[in-house]
């Protein structure tokens, strides 16, 4: 079985730019999550959609930060405007719809802001 | 609020001991389920172990096991007779009936040969 397929693994992109990032979850998974991870905040979670409907919206990421799950196979991360600060990895999860399920990730698209 | 906490940043061992990670958490729910998740080197990062509230028994998967003390809400990772390949950072995460995985900071292991 695939896994967590996310794209594209490396992105550079200048300060105001748009960039969306990709991620296609496991075949069959009901959730699927986006994490922000850094090393100085670790892993911050972004959105949450179960069955496409988004369950979490991260919070303080609303702003530039909006994710889309377009159908049950695939998933966007749009950041707009980039930032310097926004330079990290970001991590697609998708589980099954239990709680008690564990989370597969994916390798991660790491973005660089300059 | 969910909370989870790992004091311990980095440890050091050498190969074949037995070591253990800390983990507390902080939760208002009766019902939750506890995770201990690896990340390689290269970013990935890949379940290990889990552990339902609900069950007294401590989790065991190969060289993994938990140290689940509920009263405490702490859930230690061990791991035995350790090798090269378990260097990596080890992260502690919390799931609630909710929905959303909560993350502590990480462990960063590293076994000396």
């Known amino acids: 079985d695939a896994g967590v397929t996310q794209t594209p693994r490396h992105e550079v992109a200048e300060k105001g730019q748009t960039i969306i990032l990709k991620c296609e979850p496991v075949s069959g998974h009901n959730d699927l999550f986006w994490y922000r991870q850094t090393k100085i905040q670790g892993l911050e979670l972004l959105s949450y959609?179960?069955?496409?409907?988004?369950?979490?919206d991260g919070g303080a990421f609303k702003d530039r930060f909006k994710a889309e799950m377009l159908n049950s196979s695939f998933s966007t991360l749009k950041i707009q405007p980039t930032e310097p600060k926004d330079s990290a990895v970001y991590l697609c999860?998708?589980?099954?719809?239990?709680?008690?399920?564990?989370?597969?990730f994916g390798e991660g698209s790491r973005l660089i802001v300059v | 609020a969910q909370k989870v906490t790992q004091t311990q940043t980095s440890i050091s061992v050498m190969e074949k001991t037995t070591v253990t990670m800390d983990c507390v958490y902080e939760?208002?729910?009766?019902?939750?389920?506890l995770f201990w998740y690896k990340q390689t080197a290269s970013g990935e990062i890949v379940f290990l172990i889990r552990?339902?509230?609900?069950?007294?028994e401590n989790a065991t998967v190969g060289h993994y096991s938990l140290n689940f003390q509920k009263p405490k809400s702490s859930i230690g990772l061990i791991i035995t007779a350790t090798q090269i390949e378990d260097s990596a950072v080890y992260f502690c995460?919390?799931?609630?009936?909710?929905?959303?995985?909560?993350f502590g900071t990480g462990t960063s292991l590293l076994v000396d040969p």
């Open positions: 939760t208002q729910d009766s019902s939750y389920f």
């Open positions: 959609f179960r069955s496409k409907s988004l369950m979490e």
């Open positions: 995460a919390m799931r609630t009936m909710g929905y959303k995985l909560t």
């Open positions: 999860a998708s589980s099954t719809g239990t709680s008690g399920n564990t989370l597969y």
């Open positions: 552990q339902d509230s609900y069950k007294k």
